[in-house]
Structures are given as C-alpha cells and as structure tokens.
C-alpha cells in the first residue's frame, strides 16, 4: 500500500512539472495507444436511452472523460466546466461523454441536481476503465481521450485539473482542427 501511495505521488509530482501528457504507462496501468482505434464499450447511461456505445459517435470527436465520484468536489467542478463549455463543444461536432463507476441512479442524480445536459456512462464493473488505464483501488481516475471522428484515439490527458480542463480541450481542439 505504502508503496502504491509513493508511486502515485511521485506520478502527480511528474504531471506537475512535465504537464498532462505522460508516457502510455500511468497510474492507472497500460494507456490505449494514440494514433489506433480507440477500444470500444458499451455502458448504461443517466439519459435513459438504455446504452451508449463509443461507436455510436463515429462522425465527431469524443471527449471521453473519467472521474471519480459524482457529487466531490473536482468531479463537480471539472462536469460544471464541460457544462458550461457545451455550446461551443456542440459547435465544433464534439460529444462529451463522462465516465466513472457510479450507477446509473447516482449518475442521474448528479446530472439533475447539476443540470448536466450530456450523457454520464455507468462503469460498475470498472472495465472500461481498466481498458483505458483509468482505474486505482476501485475508482476511475481524472483521465481524458480525445477520439477523432473515425474513431481514432488522438490524445491523452492524464492527471487533470478540473477547473481548466474544458478549456484545455478546447484549445486542444481549436488547435487540431485548425
């Protein structure tokens, strides 16, 4: 345990000073490789349309982003921020879609009582997660992909800071689509 608590601090300190993007192995294990198809999944989601697939995405760009826990602090900052931001993501043809391993009823809570208008996909099992090395002792971690519109997997952020993240992306965005 000690040892898993030194290696995530001496990973947060790496992020710090090296910035979000960091080597296909993080704390949460093996990253997807960038520039191949993003790993697909299907998940329950808060929107009541049953589920939700990656695939059903092809033709925009995906922010996929995981989190921890609905209703903490960053969590609710970082949604607030993608919220906020959504028209200028749905101007571009992006989606957002959040992940972590709430249940769908907690996820719907969260979105109501923050009036989130994007979906939010249960990942109960963790496997997604795991699949995109977002997953540590049970929880997803604070880790966004960029999908192009076919799918491809174009860029990591791992380790973000929920108050600047939306607007990170979107420069991200502004720059690759320039």
Known sequence: MLRRQILAIFLAIAVILFGT???ALALGGPQPPLNEPAPNFTLPT??????????????QWVVL???????TPGCTLEARRF??????YEAINTQIL???VDDVDSHREFC???GLKFPLL???????SKTYG??????SLRHTYLINPDGILKERFLGVRPAIHSQEILAYLDEVKS
């Open 21 to 23: 993007q960091t080597p």
């Open 65 to 71: 982003y995981f989190y921890p826990k609905d209703f």
């Open 122 to 128: 249960a990942d109960t099992t963790g496997e997604v």
């Open 46 to 59: 808060n929107t009541g349309d049953g589920e939700i697939s990656l695939s059903d995405y092809r033709g």
């Open 83 to 88: 919220q906020q931001d959504l028209p200028k």
């Open 98 to 100: 959040g992940v972590s």
């Open 112 to 114: 109501d009582a923050e």
């Open 134 to 139: 977002s997953l540590l002792t049970g929880i």
